[in-house]
């Protein structure tokens, strides 16, 4: 789950009211805040409660949740609408409610254009320059885990272990692969190389060379081999 905070500050004589907050919600992630109400996948509303003062601010939050990997997020978010305080349409002069991302002046992440609230909404969408970002449009830019994919493998002699072994004995092993990684892992095959002496004594395994001693398996946490007096290869 991902949190962000959400000021809106009122710069402005007039108290505001009535004041809708629209975020963009990036590939990847869903809306996980029941205090929102979805528009769509990508998008989610906000009734902020009660009025603005003027000079005041007030902040909200909006929970994410992270569902699939992606390379890079960036959630935007914006003031959709407002009134003063008396329900009265109002004009704001830097910039232009609406709930349409894409069309603001700035917002570059972090560049000065990003969390600019002095702009005056002249300059071009996504530059970042925070003189003429157009201040009620901001994004935030998410730190995102780069996902690693890592196995590995122990083999150890089954319990009980022997203490030595005699010609004609079953030896069995227990392996063990362990996913250290962000990615499930699947299609998973192992080789197993028999040492001379040895012959495979496994029917879940498949013998793929008597001589290179090299085996793939289907099951993958347990073999056994066979100790005679030929020089075969086992697992």
Known sequence: MVTFDI???NQGDLDAANVTISDYIPAGFSL??????SVSASQASLAVPGIIAAGATMTVQITLQYDAIVSSAVNFAEISAATDANGNPVTDVDSTPDSTNGNDAGGNPESPSDDSINGDGSGTSGDSVAAT???DHDPALIPLVTPG?????SKVLAAP?????AVGDLVTFDITISNQGDLDAANVTISDYIPAGFSLADADWT????FAGFFSCSRYYRSRCYYDRTNHFAI
Do not use: G, M, R, Y
Not at 149 to 153: E, H, I, K, P
Not at 161 to 165: L, N, R
């Open 161 to 165: 272990a022997p203490t030595a072994v």
């Open 133 to 135: 970002d157009e201040d």
């Open 207 to 210: 013998s793929v060379s008597c």
């Open 7 to 9: 000021t809106i500050s």
């Open 32 to 37: 996980a805040d029941a205090d929102w109400t």
């Open 149 to 153: 994919f890592d196995l590995a493998l």
